[in-house]
């Protein structure tokens, strides 16, 4: 039983003259590391077209814009998840315009909730700071206030 799920067919030279790229190739084009393509295939967002008698993986075309594709909703923060339903929705032909924007939008909620509570601990944060005189007493209300918040 083979390893791989791909039977090698190709030369490396020949996949390339066929407009295939190798997963270094396809990591340098479109900014992902090799190791997070691999990554994406464990996912199954990405699968490689074949390997070569050497086992490289090779990429076709719309593989590298689907690893861009990815790579920008990962840029906006959404999540594999999330990434994954773009995706599928992205390449639906017969898609509702509707559907994206109901995913848009509810990753800008969950946005605006890490925004709240960021903002909340910043000024936490920052009225601690406020209060330590930042010489060289050992007394410091910031490490104070850290010890304390945890207590109920």
Not at 31 to 54: F, N
Not at 123 to 134: E, K, P, R, T, Y
Request: glycine share 6%; with cysteine.
């Amino acid at each position: 039983m083979t390893r791989f799920a791909h039977k090698p067919t190709l030369e490396l030279a020949d996949a390339h003259a066929q407009g295939l790229h190798s997963i270094g190739e396809a990591a340098k084009i479109t900014g992902v590391s090799a190791k997070m393509i691999r990554h994406y295939e464990t996912l199954g967002l990405v699968k490689p077209t074949d390997r070569t008698y050497a086992n490289y993986r090779v990429y076709q075309t719309r593989d590298i814009h689907l690893l861009r594709f990815i790579k920008s909703g990962r840029d906006l923060g959404f999540s594999m998840k999330q990434i994954a339903i773009l995706a599928s929705l992205w390449q639906d032909s017969q898609r509702s315009s509707a559907e994206v924007k109901k995913l848009a939008l509810e990753h800008i909620s969950e946005m605006d909730e890490r925004i709240k509570s960021l903002q909340q601990m910043r000024q936490a944060l920052s009225d601690l700071a406020a209060q330590c005189h930042g010489d060289n007493r050992p007394d410091c209300p910031i490490l104070d206030g850290l010890a304390c918040s945890h207590k109920h």
